[in-house]
T-cell receptor, first 113, second 116 residues
Framework: NAGVTQTPKFRILKIGQSMTLQCAQD?????MYWYRQDPGMGLKLIYY???????DKGEVPNGYNVSRSTTEDFPLRLELAAPSQTSVYFC????????????FGQGTRLTVV | AQTVTQSQPEMSVQEAETVTLSCTYD???????LFWYKQPPSRQMILVIR??????QNATENRFSVNFQKAAKSFSLKISDSQLGDTAMYFC?????????????FGKGTKLSVKP
């Protein structure tokens, strides 16, 4: 079981470029999340999804978009990258709203220069 | 809105000694979950221990235990017999009991260094 897989692990973007961070889970989890972790801070929720075809904004959604066409995949799209988006990005999943344990990917370190 | 506060940005402890990390939270809910996550330099988020708010008994996992004070909204983590591998960032997190969102709300973290 791979769990939650994020790609890439590292990326450097130039200001104004776009990219997609990939997230896939093989546990048939319904709930998936994208968080960002800024230096010296905890994780903040960007977007979440409670199932295929359903997504919603979290605390810090500006500058990002998501889609959830399948249960397994939850990509995060950055449009027009800005230095403020330099961060570590984590994808996570849980089986459902009542499940306590969240499974995390290993994170993507993104630098925008 | 729920908030989680960790008031100790950094702590250090000698190997084999005991250390306690503090966490307070704010919520108007009666049922919820609390967690401690460990983040070593590898960046992986590792669940250390969890506590259901409706349980009065404090959770324990081997060398890790919590002191859950619901009325005071306090949730501290005690690490006994500290080991070098315990060196990491530790995050306290809150999750509502059920509900449509189910996301975790994190504190800013405490950087723990275990010294030989």
């Amino acid at each position: 079981n791979a769990g939650v897989t994020q790609t890439p692990k590292f990326r450097i973007l130039k200001i104004g470029q776009s990219m997609t961070l990939q997230c896939a889970q093989d546990m048939n989890h319904n709930y998936m999340y994208w968080y960002r972790q800024d230096p010296g801070m905890g994780l903040k929720l960007i977007y979440y999804s409670v199932g295929a075809g359903i997504t919603d904004k979290g605390e810090v959604p500006n500058g990002y978009n998501v889609s959830r066409s399948t249960t397994e995949d939850f990509p995060l799209r950055l449009e027009l990258a800005a230095p403020s988006q330099t961060s570590v990005y984590f994808c996570a999943s849980t089986e459902g709203e009542w499940e306590t344990e969240a499974f995390f990917g290993q994170g993507t370190r993104l630098t925008v220069v | 809105a729920q908030t989680v506060t960790q008031s100790q940005p950094e702590m250090s402890v000698q190997e084999a000694e005991t250390v306690t990390l503090s966490c307070t939270y704010d919520t108007s809910e009666n049922n919820y979950y609390l967690f401690w996550y460990k983040q070593p330099p590898s960046r992986q988020m590792i669940l250390v221990i969890r506590q259901e708010a409706y349980k009065q008994q404090n959770a324990t996992e081997n060398r890790f235990s919590v002191n859950f004070q619901k009325a005071a909204k306090s949730f501290s983590l005690k690490i006994s017999d500290s080991q070098l591998g315990d060196t990491a960032m530790y995050f306290c997190a809150f999750r509502n009991y059920g509900g449509s969102q189910g996301n975790l709300i994190f504190g800013k973290g405490t950087k723990l260094s275990v010294k030989p």
